[in-house]
């Protein structure tokens, strides 16, 4: 099996945990399955997450710019029967999401948005609904975060499994020498606690310097307070305490961090959300007793080795920072049982959980647009359209794809349009009467329709052979996308091509500027249509593109907020291409839209290549 490991996202410092979980789970993922080729997508940025070389992994490097389009060429050129993913994102990837394996550490962000900026906050639910709703398999580091991912109101993955993380191998390493430098440092401060943690809010750096305040206020004590990680924000936490013996140290490597355990009376963990609790693993290691917080993981991971009690009470902090500095009995109590508790936690274990994530996800059964055929569901408006309304006709029923409901909606035409709709007998659902106009047709002609995908097609129009079953594939294989569109060519009433759609990759802002989404080319899913309303029957010409913008925008917030991701499926992906004509406005084409509006007097001819520039409003379900 090929398997691809993705870990573009992952920085050292920056993402906290999941470095050493990915370096030592990958690491022996690698190692115990020589069979299998293993394919790492990386930065130049991390290259250390991957420790050692292994005759049966490469490594691919994503550049800064475009990094999902590289990486979709390399998957294009060499694929890949499965892929990893170090942590939810949004991207351009057409790899399926079902094909995907994603790690996703925690639900922190719906536990405690407020600790998140809004636009943080906005790309990660997007990112982990994508997730939740798609993946094929998710891993997750403990018992608490896997609960939390199955009571998800998002959450459809069935498959989620547990990878949680071990010792680094220099968790352990000996520190009598290489960190002389360290050890001078530490003797200076005297006795201290240690708090290993990055200064992010959800880890209580605030409350837990003030129950360090009450301690030595309380006790007398001579007794310092050491923290290492990412230094953002300390100066603003010293200038509100300059007479407590605090010290911050930075970011250290792995060998002082190891002397800066050994040497302290105690390790405190007091964070108020933790998907797992690494220093709670790497103090053990140390022989150095723990106090922490009795919510999320962290008793599961600390077990009977550890003191805990609530993250919130200042006071309750305070007293057990007195009982572990107090008593070296119990620091010895809790050194024998944190010895114990390392042996719950190995390598080897979660590298084999993940290899079986990955063969389970690799042998799922692909779903295709001849497997799985939801009803589609297409809907012709037409006034006087007799030259043009058969050929139209005939590419909607000569489609390769078979389970499509088709309603021609007639405007009660007079040149013999309904003789002809008459002669398809049960084969074409239609009515002619009097409409208020082209979008009043359309939504009486979905009002009939049950289709799970939609799609409207003028009578000047035609579709090649496979253009829905390309589109239902898609959809089909991507359960997270909404919506899909494709190019167009302008043609004349000879086929010639005279010009190119403007169509574009999707953004909201791109689509501010002009209709950058090909009607005629787009197939979305009723799930949104439901959403979405019906189209504004105030418009005559513009109905497309005010019903695109309806879609990109949540319908509950204020005007201009998106909530919706919206992907763009590069070029690599060229299949056969779907094409679509539009007929002259001023000659016979009544109902043409846009295109000819831009070209007057000629047709459109529209490819529907969801492959080539293909883009896809992905809609996530809140």
């Not at 906005?122 to 891993?139: E, P, T």
């Not at 040149?415 to 084969?427: E, Q, T």
Request: hydrophobic share 40%; with cysteine.
């Amino acid at each position: 099996m090929r398997i691809g490991i993705e870990i573009r996202h992952v920085q050292i410092g920056e993402s906290g945990g999941i470095v050493p979980l990915l370096a030592g789970v990958l690491d022996r993922l690698f190692a115990l399955n020589p069979a299998h080729e293993f394919v790492v997508y990386r930065t130049m940025f991390n290259r250390s997450v991957i420790e050692r070389d292994h005759a049966n992994a490469c490594t691919i490097v994503l550049p800064v710019a475009e990094p999902w389009r590289h990486l979709q060429d390399s998957i294009d050129r060499d694929p890949v029967d499965v892929l990893f993913r170090a942590f939810p994102t949004l991207d351009d990837l057409i790899f399926p999401l079902s094909r995907q394996v994603v790690l996703i550490p925690d639900l922190q962000h719906e536990n405690f948005p407020q600790f998140f900026s809004n636009s943080v906050l906005r790309s990660r639910r997007l990112a982990f609904s994508r997730v939740l709703r798609g993946a094929g398999a998710i891993g997750t580091i403990s018992e608490f975060a896997r609960r939390s991912i199955l009571r998800s109101p998002e959450n459809a993955c069935t498959d989620v499994f547990l990878m949680p993380p071990a010792l680094r191998r220099d968790a352990t390493a000996d520190v009598s020498e290489g960190a002389a430098e360290m050890a001078e440092r530490l003797r200076a401060i005297g006795p201290y606690l240690y708090y290993p943690a990055n200064l992010w809010k959800h880890k209580n750096h605030l409350r837990v310097i003030e129950a360090f305040d009450l301690f030595l206020k309380q006790t007398g004590r001579s007794v310092a307070f050491v923290f290492t990680g990412h230094p953002e924000g300390w100066k603003d936490i010293r200038r509100r305490c300059p007479h407590l013996p605090l010290h911050h140290l930075g970011f250290v490597s792995g060998r002082d961090q190891q002397a800066i355990y050994r040497n302290a009376v105690a390790t405190t963990f007091f964070s108020l959300y933790e998907g797992f609790g690494m220093p709670l693993l790497e103090a053990f290691a140390a022989d150095c007793p723990v106090i922490c917080s009795n919510t999320t993981s962290l008793p599961e991971v600390g077990g009977d080795a550890a003191l805990s009690c609530d993250p919130t009470d200042v006071a309750a902090i305070a007293r057990l920072m007195a009982s572990i500095t107090a008593s070296p009995d119990l620091r010895r109590d809790l050194v024998r049982a944190g010895r114990e508790r390392l042996t719950h936690f190995n390598w080897d274990a979660s590298a084999a959980e993940l290899m079986a994530a990955l063969a389970r996800v690799a042998r799922i059964d692909r779903p295709t647009a001849v497997a799985e055929s939801p009803l589609v569901s297409i809907v012709t408006p037409s006034y006087n359209q007799a030259p043009f309304l058969r050929r139209t006709i005939e590419s909607v029923l000569s489609q390769t794809y078979k389970n499509i409901e088709y309603v021609v909606m007639d405007g009660g035409s007079n040149d013999g349009s309904v003789d002809i709709l008459r002669s398809y007998g049960d084969r074409v659902r239609w009515i002619s009467e009097r409409d208020r106009g082209q979008a009043h047709a359309i939504n009486k002609g979905f009002a009939l329709c049950k289709g799970e995908v939609r799609g409207y097609l003028n009578s000047d129009d035609t579709l090649m052979p496979d253009a829905i079953a390309k589109a239902v594939g898609f959809l089909v294989s991507h359960p997270d996308c909404d919506m899909v569109y494709g190019e167009a060519n302008y043609i004349d009433r000879e086929d010639r091509v005279t010009g190119k759609y403007n169509t574009a990759d999707y953004t909201f802002s791109r689509l501010m500027l002009d209709c950058c989404v090909c009607q005629p080319a787009a197939f979305w899913r009723q799930r949104i249509a439901i959403e979405t309303g019906p189209f504004d029957e105030s418009l005559d010409i513009v109905m497309d593109y005010d019903y695109w913008l309806r879609i990109a925008q949540d319908p509950v917030a204020p005007r201009g907020c998106l909530r919706r991701a919206l992907r763009h499926l590069p070029p690599p992906w060229r299949l056969r291409r779907a094409r679509i004509l539009l007929w002259p406005l001023g000659t016979s084409a009544g109902r043409a839209e846009c295109p000819s509006q831009q070209f007057p007097g000629q047709g459109a001819e529209t490819a529907v290549d969801h492959g080539a520039g293909t883009s896809a409003l992905v809609l996530p379900r809140w």
